[in-house]
């Protein structure tokens, strides 16, 4: 009978935050994901010994993580965090205030009322810190200190460690005993990391693979003109070719792996994905005996869409007598635990995800073959928008896999021995993200820090190889092109250009700009004036405005005239993406408003056509003071209908409701049918959904508010 062969591979990565000049660490995140996803990812697979998974561990990472543990990371967000908070000076509340309320709202904060209640008051006073300050006492701003590290603690030690579940259970007025216990904890759990890793994988319990050491876009370096293969007609700058930088990178990642977790890896997931005929024949060199990309890459390979029949089996490249088995990710599969189970019950994602697999493992075995299912997405970032970060959902689902004699979870490598592998004799030059790398180039700004980071480059040699460099030491030298090879990593690129935001844009863009000054400095040169000056722009960010009139539009899903919606709020949403890349926005703008009697809402969504959204579910939810009512539209070529409405409240009678869709949606709901006053306020939200899974929300945290019967101007 065939079998499926189920493939989990999690790559963990974070930049390099640390300034090699100064020795602090930029941004605290590695430290934040080590509190958390990097050992209880790995630590969770105990509960499972039936579940053996691949985890991709990107050195730069590690190497940041041996810090933390050994307590030698200069991490100024730790500092501060632990200082007592009668001690701060003014600044350092500042820096407080601004840095620790990152994290997740609705999973991550509201989790912990006290966190919640803080953050509440930062919303509402975050433009006047000093006065904030006052607000929050030394109690507010201790119990933040606490609690946004706290937040961020795996579900593991929550559960099972006395002291850190005392801590969460004492909720509010922390102590400077408190705090020290939070660095104690942070320092330990740190120093569980490698060994972890290091312990399951001599057991055979995991495979670890490895990224090329600062993640670099490996087609790029070896020869940025590459872009232009996927990405025809794209703008590019100067051509940068380094495959020498390449080769050190992908080299210096296998030797680190050697010497700190025990073994010599076999596998490689390339940064992002990101493979060509250049990268896979100096990884075959360097004894790489597999590499995985996305089945977008594997469909542009074959010229023809990958399907479930060409996804779920091994491949071999060979070219000029080198050889790589290649894997190629479910990029759907993977997406729906990425960007899609976080808004589900976890159960329910559970089983779902378990059912896709054995449906798509069903195809492969009409065609009389065993089944490879591969799974690989980011490890770390998608759990903080899960309830307890994931936990649930993943131990649902690994129970669920045990128990079905039909799935083996299994290794690449374990995988790569059990399956045959059909040949392909060239790869397409992309990454996971749209079988291209316009992500990273082709931008403006993108280019601006290629050109950048060439001139750098193109320094660095000229300075080694000419006279003066017989006056810098070997340290000065190794120093320049450390730096160099920092800025060749892809996390730079990922925040310019308009395809993702982060609050830390500015750092990430300082950071970048402060490597390749310190690559100059160390070979004894000024630092071009040009790095003094940010490459990112100010970018666009969500827009909300209030209602400022009374509307009454028709209810036809057309655009009948400018003037009906008049008056009404707007909302567009913010289509940049953070640190996990998901598809294409779908709605537009949201538009709202009342008549006083009715409520009306508007949908403008990305469609090519009238009727392009058919097969959608959009689903409305209001709140008033004492009812929540959600009403599910079915959007079709031919309009829109009212599937259901389900609500809790008090009201005695059905609201009734209008709807159309064709070049947008429109709806209108008597407000009196949902125990909604023209004088209260009236909260809304607005979701997409196909097949019964969440595609898109807006606003994606929270609530659109206002009142009815009060437009803004008129208060």
């Known amino acids: 009978m065939a079998h499926t062969y ?6 963990m990565h974070q930049p390099f935050y640390k300034d090699l000049a100064t020795g602090e660490y930029q941004l605290p995140w590695t430290r934040m994901h080590a509190l958390k996803d990097y050992y209880g990812m790995a630590a969770i697979l105990d509960e499972f010994p039936k579940i053996r998974q691949t985890f991709n561990l990107v050195p730069s990472m590690l190497v940041q993580i041996e810090e933390y543990a050994e307590g030698r990371a200069a991490d100024p967000f730790l500092r501060l965090a632990l200082k007592p908070a009668e001690e701060l000076t003014g600044p350092e509340t500042e820096f407080i205030l601004k840095y620790f309320f990152q994290a997740n709202p609705g999973r991550v904060i509201q989790r912990y009322p006290r966190y919640h209640e803080l953050y509440e008051q930062w919303r509402a006073h975050h433009t006047d810190p000093a006065g904030l300050a006052r607000r929050l006492g030394v109690a507010g701003l201790r119990d933040l200190q606490v609690l946004s590290q706290l937040a961020w603690f795996d579900e593991i030690f929550l559960e099972t460690d006395p002291e850190v579940r005392a801590l969460a259970a004492k909720g509010r007025n922390y102590t400077r005993e408190d705090q020290l216990l939070i660095g104690r904890k942070e320092q330990q759990i740190c120093g569980l990391v490698i060994p972890t890793y290091r312990r399951l994988a001599q057991a055979g319990r995991i495979e670890l693979s490895v990224t090329p050491f600062y993640h670099p876009i ?35 990642a296998l030797d680190y792996a050697r010497e700190k977790l025990g073994i010599r890896p076999a596998g490689m997931w390339p940064s992002e994905g990101s493979v060509s005929d250049e990268v896979l024949a100096l990884a075959a060199e360097l004894g790489v005996e597999w590499m995985a990309t996305d089945n977008g890459v594997l469909g542009a390979t074959l010229g023809r869409l990958a399907g479930v029949s060409e996804t779920c089996r091994p491949y071999v490249w060979r070219q000029e007598g080198r050889e790589m088995k290649m894997i190629f990710r479910d990029h759907f599969l993977s997406d729906l635990i990425g960007f899609v189970y976080s808004r589900m019950d976890a159960s329910a994602a559970a089983h779902h995800f378990l059912d896709r697999i054995r449906e798509n493992a069903r195809i492969v075995h009409r065609e009389g073959r065993d089944a490879l299912i591969p799974v690989i997405l980011d490890g770390e970032n998608a759990w903080e928008y899960y309830e307890r970060s994931g936990r649930p959902f993943l131990r649902t689902l690994y129970q669920l896999i045990s128990q079905d004699p039909g799935i083996s979870a299994v290794t690449v490598s374990e995988a790569l021995r059990k399956l045959p592998a059909a040949d392909i004799p060239r790869i397409h030059p992309g990454s996971w993200i749209n079988a291209n790398f316009e992500v990273w180039i082709g931008h403006e700004e993108d280019n ?14 000229r300075v080694t190889q000419g006279p003066e460099g017989a006056s810098l030491t070997e340290a000065e030298k190794q120093l320049a092109y450390q730096e160099l090879l920092i800025a060749e990593g892809s996390d730079w690129c990922w925040w310019y250009g308009p395809h993702h935001h982060t609050e830390n844009r500015a750092e990430f863009d300082q950071l970048f700009r402060s490597h390749l000054a310190q690559c100059y400095r160390a070979l004894g040169k000024t630092p ?9 722009h100010v970018a666009a960010e969500a827009f909300s405005q209030a209602p400022c009139g009374l509307i009454e539009p028709s209810v036809d899903g057309e655009v009948s ?3 009906e919606w008049l008056g009404a709020g707007v909302y567009r949403p913010d289509h940049r993406q953070g640190a996990m890349h998901g598809r294409a926005a779908l709605l537009r703008e949201l538009r709202f408003g009342s008549d006083g009697v009715r409520l009306f809402v508007r949908a403008d969504m990305e469609q090519s056509s009238p009727g392009a959204m058919a097969g959608l579910e959009l689903r409305l939810t209001v709140r008033a003071s004492n009812a929540e009512t959600e009403f599910r539209f079915t959007l ?13 409240g008090t009201r005695h009678a059905l609201p009734h409701v209008a709807c159309a869709y064709s070049r947008i949606f429109e709806c209108s709901v008597d407000l009196a049918g949902i125990d909604a006053s023209a004088s209260a306020p009236l909260q ?9 899974l969440p595609l898109e929300a807006a606003p994606p945290h929270g609530w659109l508010e206002f009142t009815p019967g009060e437009p ?3 208060e």
């Open 6 to 11: 189920l493939v989990f591979v999690w790559h």
């Open 218 to 252: 490996l087609p790029l370096l070896c020869d940025s003109n590459i872009a232009s293969v996927s990405q025809p007609g794209a703008p590019l700058p100067r051509r940068f070719r380094y495959p020498q930088d390449a080769r050190v990178q992908m080299e210096s």
């Open 448 to 461: 601006t820090a290629w050109e950048y980071l060439l001139e750098a480059r193109e320094t660095y040699d």
């Open 528 to 536: 071009p004036a040009a790095l003094s000056r940010p490459i990112a």
């Open 561 to 563: 005239s400018y003037f």
């Open 636 to 648: 079709a070529r031919d309009g829109a209908h009212l599937s259901s409405m389900s609500g809790r």
């Open 684 to 692: 809304i939200q607005v979701s997409l959904w196909r097949e019964g």
């Open 712 to 714: 803004a101007e008129w």
